[in-house]
């Protein structure tokens, strides 16, 4: 409750080493997650989706990472950095273009199949095949943001690079171990399915 985020946030940003503006839109009450909107060059977070990162990651490492001020100034820092990465990434757009791409053929596969959310346990091939293609490229986008906010931290002392590969390796893993169901969930992809398939029979009549 007495961490000013908003405040370190800016200072995070300011001391990085960057030459863009980057704007930040931060909410103390609302729970916006942490991303980041490189055509605005803009970071959205709020105190919620900072706090919940902060004990989802200890957490993962059964609580073995303290949480005292020192460790979620560092945390800030490199989720910020991190962000930035997302921002400054070259590779972003064309990434997020075959992500539309992959998107519309696990839609249109999954209406081939007529297929049922609440089957999970026994997809088809083909739509294993989408999602794992899904899969692969979110982890690419989020390989190279970590990457590129590597270049652009100033590390004081090894206890920050230990600390940044633990929370580069905790980010990947929810990624690359994220079971489908999270997937479909995280992604809106049910609610585009349901759209898509009203579109499809409104169309035909």
């Given at each position: 409750?007495?961490?000013n985020?908003k405040k370190?946030f800016k200072?995070n940003?300011?001391?990085l080493?960057?030459d863009?503006k980057i704007?930040l839109?931060?909410?103390k009450k609302?729970h916006i997650?942490?991303?980041?909107?490189?055509n605005?060059?803009l970071i959205?977070?709020?105190?919620?989706?900072?706090?919940?990162?902060?004990?989802?990651f200890n957490?993962f490492y059964n609580?073995k990472?303290q949480?005292?001020n020192?460790?979620?100034n560092?945390?800030?820092k490199?989720?910020?950095?991190?962000?930035i990465?997302?921002?400054?990434?070259?590779k972003?757009?064309k990434n997020?273009?075959q992500?539309?791409?992959i998107?519309?053929?696990?839609?249109?596969?999954?209406?081939?199949?007529?297929f049922d959310f609440?089957?999970?346990?026994?997809?088809?091939y083909?739509i294993?095949i989408?999602?794992l293609?899904?899969k692969k490229?979110?982890?690419?986008?989020e390989?190279n943001?970590?990457?590129?906010?590597?270049?652009?931290?100033?590390?004081?002392?090894?206890?920050e690079?230990?600390?940044?590969?633990?929370m580069?390796?905790?980010?990947l893993a929810t990624y690359?171990?994220?079971?489908y169901?999270?997937?479909i969930?995280d992604?809106?992809?049910e609610?585009?399915?349901?759209?898509k398939?009203r579109?499809?029979?409104?169309?035909a009549?």
């Amino acid at each position: 409750m007495n961490l000013n985020l908003k405040k370190l946030f800016k200072k995070n940003i300011k001391e990085l080493n960057i030459d863009r503006k980057i704007f930040l839109y931060y909410s103390k009450k609302r729970h916006i997650p942490i991303c980041a909107m490189p055509n605005l060059n803009l970071i959205m977070a709020s105190n919620k989706s900072f706090l919940n990162f902060c004990y989802s990651f200890n957490n993962f490492y059964n609580k073995k990472i303290q949480l005292n001020n020192e460790n979620i100034n560092l945390i800030s820092k490199i989720v910020i950095a991190h962000e930035i990465g997302h921002i400054l990434d070259k590779k972003i757009y064309k990434n997020k273009a075959q992500y539309s791409l992959i998107i519309s053929k696990l839609i249109e596969t999954m209406l081939n199949y007529n297929f049922d959310f609440n089957n999970l346990n026994n997809l088809p091939y083909e739509i294993e095949i989408n999602l794992l293609e899904l899969k692969k490229n979110i982890i690419e986008r989020e390989t190279n943001a970590w990457e590129i906010g590597k270049n652009i931290l100033n590390f004081s002392n090894e206890n920050e690079i230990i600390l940044f590969n633990k929370m580069k390796e905790y980010a990947l893993a929810t990624y690359n171990y994220g079971n489908y169901k999270n997937i479909i969930k995280d992604h809106n992809i049910e609610n585009m399915f349901n759209f898509k398939k009203r579109f499809k029979l409104e169309k035909a009549l």
